[in-house]
């Protein structure tokens, strides 16, 4: 990568600050650009999900490993919960997706209370042998009254298929029917998975992120001084662990790295962090890290720098950090402010291996909590940050409330905001499709045929603020 100018070196930059250039295309296709990063260990595209409480639990990190990116699950779980979820998710199909099952017992009003559980938006009922009776949409449900048994509505043909039909076979089985989602059965027409229309086509486009023994694979965080988790999670296999602070160029982070590789040899993964300087990413990685983490938060849910007025324009942190890493012939992920496609594109330009998204995946249905609704009907989560009163008050329930009310002094966080589903990205398949084909067009138009070529063809030109809003679309946007 290159500035335009070489006069800007050395400016410190946002992602809004700068642009790519376009150079000549020698190809047929933008499928045609190979999007795997360069240190990849199982991932087959260069996002990770952010290790947010309001984020990462089973079901993002379920559908995220299907569509090969990386997990992280956050360090604030107790280990009993960490157990539950890597064993869930290990045995979980590196294929199809979780259904969401009812009785014929079950009321209107609990179909519609999970429904949103899973981005297919459908319940099946199934009877006391776990055979599926009947597949419901929300609007097979909505003018009814919620009280009214599932089992009275009149009943619909069940289409179903067994695990072997190919994604052609399913989506053309859907397409015939007219429907949009496939219960799975095995042999004795017990329900297993469920499919749908979009995911047939998503299956023959993605590859799963998977460990050594075929399963979905994951990455956990830990605090630099929770060595009990690790040994835990080492023998459960766990091969890629996140020490993560937020002040990651300190000394205990160092010691804990060294200590990690003294216990746990240099097999594992880690990455460490968080920094901001190339002087950082320097002692992190011959500390033993394989990967630094950069960012200081400003954030959709971050006052760091409101507060202490330490950090970095991003664009520049990442571009700085990178150039270090790779001296040393590791890596940096990009952690934070990536809102959009073009900032995926342009962090991945600056030699990002891979990219974090927090907030992005917090409006999907597959992050942490409920949906909830607005005064207007719109759906939203509810979102909060790692150092908020929230988080604190989460990770502190077992002492008194003095230590609480000592702790909650240190917060940094916003503890409460609405997320709001927005349309065409209400699901993490959703916002895959979105960001990966907004960089493959862009390396298309640098004319990169992998992203390690993306990097050395890349020319970052800089722009005035009046620039970026000539670049954005004008329409109204729906909350």
Not at 21 to 28: I, K, L, P, R
Not at 293 to 298: A, T
Not at 394 to 405: A, G, V
């Amino acid at each position: 990568m290159r500035f335009n100018n070489s006069l800007y070196e050395n400016e410190e930059l946002t992602y809004q600050d700068v642009f790519l250039f376009q150079n000549y295309f020698d190809g047929y296709s933008r499928s045609e650009v190979n999007i795997q990063p360069k240190f990849n260990f199982g991932t087959h595209l260069p996002i990770v999900s952010a290790n947010m409480n309001a984020v990462t639990w089973r079901r993002m990190a379920e559908t995220i490993a299907r569509y090969g990116w990386l997990w992280v699950l956050p360090q604030d779980m107790n280990i009993d919960t960490l157990q539950e979820i890597i064993t869930k998710i290990k045995s979980a199909s590196v294929k199809y997706d979780t259904p969401i099952t009812v009785k014929a017992t079950n009321t209107i009003r609990d179909a519609m209370g999970i429904i949103h559980k899973r981005s297919h938006n459908r319940v099946v009922m199934i009877n006391e042998d776990g055979e599926p009776i009947r597949i419901f949409s929300e609007n097979d449900m909505r003018d009814l009254d919620q009280f009214s048994l599932l089992g009275n509505l009149k009943p619909k043909k069940l289409v179903t298929a067994k695990n072997w039909i190919s994604n052609k076979d399913a989506y053309n089985l859907m397409d015939e029917n007219w429907v949009s989602s496939l219960p799975i059965v095995d042999d004795e027409n017990k329900l297993i998975w469920i499919l749908t229309k979009k995911d047939c086509i998503r299956h023959e486009i993605y590859e799963p992120t998977l460990d050594k023994d075929g399963k979905l694979n994951v990455a956990v965080a830990v605090w630099i001084h929770g060595f009990d988790k690790i040994e835990v999670l080492y023998n459960m296999w766990i091969n890629i662990f996140v020490l993560d602070t937020a002040h990651g160029y300190q000394k205990k982070m160092i010691e804990s790295i060294r200590k990690f590789r003294e216990v746990y040899g240099n097999d594992p993964i880690v990455i460490a962090g968080n920094v901001i300087t190339p002087e950082a990413t320097r002692d992190l990685i011959e500390a033993w890290a394989n990967g630094v983490k950069v960012w200081i938060w400003p954030g959709a849910m971050c006052t760091t720098r409101m507060q202490t007025w330490v950090g970095r324009p991003q664009f520049t942190a990442v571009y700085k950090c990178a150039l270090e890493a790779r001296k040393l012939w590791w890596f940096i992920w990009a952690d934070g402010w990536v809102k959009e496609p073009r900032d995926l594109a342009l962090a991945l330009a600056a030699w990002a291996n891979h990219v974090m998204l927090g907030t992005t995946f917090a409006w999907t249905y597959e992050s942490t909590w409920d949906i909830k609704y607005d005064e207007d009907g719109l759906m939203y989560k509810e979102n909060y940050g790692m150092a908020s009163k929230k988080a604190v008050e989460l990770r502190s329930q077992k002492l008194d409330n003095f230590e609480i009310e000592k702790r909650w002094m240190y917060r940094e966080w916003i503890s409460k905001s609405r997320i709001y589903l927005r349309d065409w990205l209400e699901s993490v398949g959703d916002i895959i499709d979105t960001f990966t084909t907004g960089l493959r067009s862009s390396m298309s138009y640098v004319w990169a045929k992998d992203l390690e070529e993306f990097y050395e063809k890349a020319v970052i030109w800089v722009q005035t603020n009046a620039g970026f809003v000539e670049w954005t679309p004008h329409g109204k946007i729906r909350k």
